[in-house]
Each structure stands twice: as structure tokens, then as C-alpha cells.
């Protein structure tokens, strides 16, 4: 698989995707890796990217003709139609059935906003899948666009040192009804440890015993813990907006 993330800090990335999973990745040519700095594209001789809101207002907004040309040119890169994410806490909320659905696409094109926002038009013009990692405020699209890569890179085959850990993770176990469970809890060694001890299931060799300890315990954490979990099927998302090959935006089912 193929991301480009547009940024204005293309320096962030290799510091933190560089390393781990993500580091690993790139390393067996599993994940193709890319961050392109924006103002690359700028047409001021000072590489200026925003300027001040029409109608007034605090901050500075992105201005249309750089991001739009970034897009443009960085798409021209590679044959592989790429599916525009821009991250924004304006967007449908990420979870794990999104980012299944990323990790099936060829190639992501992801846009880290800055400042107040991302002049409209340009959103306009590009239509991209409008994508937030929760309801909170961070100074950029550049820490979400890390954890959207390193949720992606998690589900490319052959990433993972066992091809089951990622199926095994909270949010991607599914009850009888499709509804998403939060992992079990897990022991190691010692069996003992100031005081506390391992569920004797866990180590008396019964495969299904196991098996079924561990997804009951998925169940009561989850009724816990997330309850609103419990209440919602996984094929509940918004049906998504990807790249057609003259680069326009055609409907795609998630599942």
C-alpha cells in the first residue's frame, strides 16, 4: 500500500512512523510511506499557505490553490488512484470498521489541516473523506493522520509478526450480532505476582474452556466499559467516497 500525507510538518512523520509496526513495514516494502510539504506548492515567493478569513475572525485559514495543486501533483505520482482522507474534527468519527475499509484501498492520500481551518472551496473541490479521530482539538491534522497510518499499517498483511494479532484486538472481535467487544484481559509470567494469581482456565490446557473464558470476558468488559458498544451493529458507517479513475468521487460500499 501507498499514503502521502500532505503536511506543512512533513518533518513529524519519519520520527514517529519510522519506528515500530509502521518502521518494520516500510522496511519489508509492505507500506510505501510518503510526507510532502505543502508549501512546496505555494505560489508567493515566501512560501506563504494562508491567509485571514474573510468576514474577520481570530487564526488564518489554508488557502486553495497550494493544497489543491499539492493533491493534484502528488496523485500524478503514482498510477494507483488514491483515496482522499483529509482529518478534521468536522468528519465521521474513525473507527475500526473505516480503518478496515482503508486498508483494502491501494493507495490513501491523506490532508493534515492547519490554522483555522482549510478554505471550503478547496474541500469542495477535492470532496475527501472527511475523517476525525475523536470529538477533541489538537493544533493539526498531522497526529491524527499518524494514527490513521499506524491503524492501517497494523491490518496489512504481513505487518504483524502474527498474522492473528490483529484479529484478536478490541474492536475488531465481533459478537453473534456484529457488534464490536473490547479485548480480553491477558497473563504472562510469573503466575504468581504480589499476591495475584492467573484464572486456573488459562492454564489448565483446554483450548475451548479458554476460548470460551476469554470471550465471555470480552462481553462483561465491554457491557462495563462500552456499553454504547452493545447497542449499535459495526455496518452502521457512512458509505465512503473514493477516487475513480478520471478522478472524480464514486460511491463505495465499506463491506
Known amino acids: 500500500m501507498r499514503i502521502d500525507v500532505l503536511t506543512l510538518f512533513p518533518g513529524m512523520f519519519a520520527p514517529i512512523l519510522g519506528e515500530s509496526i509502521p518502521g518494520r513495514a516500510a522496511a519489508a ?3 510505501e510511506l ?3 510539504d505543502i508549501r512546496a506548492w ?8 494562508d491567509d485571514r478569513p474573510f468576514g474577520g475572525g481570530p487564526g488564518m485559514v489554508m488557502m486553495c490553490q497550494p493544497l489543491v495543486d499539492a493533491v493534484e501533483a502528488v496523485e500524478r505520482m503514482d498510477p494507483r488512484a488514491a483515496c482522499r482522507v483529509l ?19 491501494p493507495r490513501l492520500l491523506m490532508i493534515a489541516g492547519h490554522y483555522e481551518g482549510i478554505d471550503e472551496r ?21 497526529i491524527p493522520a499518524m494514527m490513521l497510518v499506524d491503524a492501517v499499517t497494523r491490518l496489512l498483511p504481513g505487518a504483524l509478526g502474527h498474522e492473528q494479532s490483529a484479529a484478536e484486538d478490541s474492536f475488531s472481535r465481533r459478537d453473534e450480532e456484529g457488534r464490536s467487544l473490547l479485548d480480553c484481559p491477558h497473563y504472562t509470567r510469573p503466575r504468581e505476582w504480589r499476591g495475584r494469581g492467573v484464572p486456573e482456565v488459562l492454564i489448565g490446557g483446554d483450548h475451548a474452556a479458554i476460548a470460551r473464558w ?9 457491557q462495563q466499559r462500552r456499553p ?27 463491506g
Not at 474541500?123 to 493544533?139: Q, R, T, W
Open 214 to 222: 476469554r470471550h465471555d470476558r470480552m462481553v462483561e468488559r465491554t
Open 42 to 49: 505555494s505560489q508567493d515567493r515566501h512560501r506563504k499557505v
Open 87 to 105: 482529518l478534521t474534527p468536522q468528519g465521521e468519527r474513525l473507527a475500526q470498521p473505516r480503518v478496515e475499509w482503508f486498508a483494502r484501498q
Open 29 to 31: 516494502g509492505i507500506l
Open 122 to 142: 478547496a474541500i469542495e473541490e477535492l470532496a475527501p473523506l472527511e475523517v476525525s479521530v475523536g470529538d477533541f482539538i489538537v493544533s493539526g491534522g498531522e
Open 228 to 254: 454504547d458498544l452493545r447497542q449499535r451493529p459495526l455496518g452502521g458507517i457512512p458509505r465512503p467516497m473514493s477516487q475513480t479513475a478520471d478522478g472524480g468521487q464514486a460511491q463505495d460500499a465499506p
Open 34 to 36: 510518503h510526507a510532502h
